[in-house]
């Protein structure tokens, strides 16, 4: 998979990226290392994004795990910053794909109720300019994604000074409702 014609391979059998996929193990940092650059660079062709979300979800749901467990339990326990710039580098392909800014919440969410606040710090004490870079692509795409959720938020917020009008928003809303 390492040029055109394996990666058109690959992605041409139904199964070619769950089998890639379920090659991810921990424990084994040189293989899984190779599988993470390569997932991550498959989410930024055509529909690849959603091939590598659905072939790491069949996969934790055979191994009866969470979808993500295999990278955030490899940023967990390793040392190697090689294989940790994997992880970041298929963690920010993941996450910062998808054009919906709600999808990308979710999956960033997703990651972070993993483990994956707990470990930042950690990678931020290692000096890998590579990984720094990915720190701070993770970090700029979540402060982006939480100002684009504060405009949504302002856009409909309401200001209500006085009882009556909360009264009137509300009897308005669940009017002809069963409420």
Do not use: W
């Not at 580098?89 to 999956?107: G, K, S, Y």
Request: proline share 2%.
């Amino acid at each position: 998979m390492n040029n055109k014609y394996g990666l058109t391979r690959v992605l041409q059998k139904e199964d070619g990226l769950l089998i890639f996929v379920s090659a991810m193990d921990p424990y084994n940092e040189s293989m899984t290392t190779d599988v993470l650059r390569v997932v991550a660079a498959v989410c930024l062709v055509a529909d690849g994004h959603d091939r590598v979300l659905e072939a790491v979800t069949v996969n934790g749901e055979m191994c009866n795990i969470n979808r993500f467990d295999p990278v955030l339990t490899a940023l967990k326990m390793t040392k190697n910053p090689v294989f940790q710039l994997a992880c970041m580098q298929f963690i920010n392909a993941i996450v910062n794909t998808p054009e919906d800014m709600d999808f990308r919440v979710h999956l960033r969410n997703e990651f972070m109720r993993g483990g994956l606040g707990e470990v930042l710090a950690q990678l931020r004490e290692i000096n890998l300019q590579d990984l720094t870079l990915h720190l701070d692509i993770f970090d700029e795409h979540r402060e982006n994604d939480f100002e684009e959720i504060q405009q949504k938020l302002k856009a409909i917020q309401f200001e209500f000074n006085e009882v009556d009008e909360v009264f009137k928003m509300v009897n308005s809303v669940t009017q002809n409702t069963v409420a």
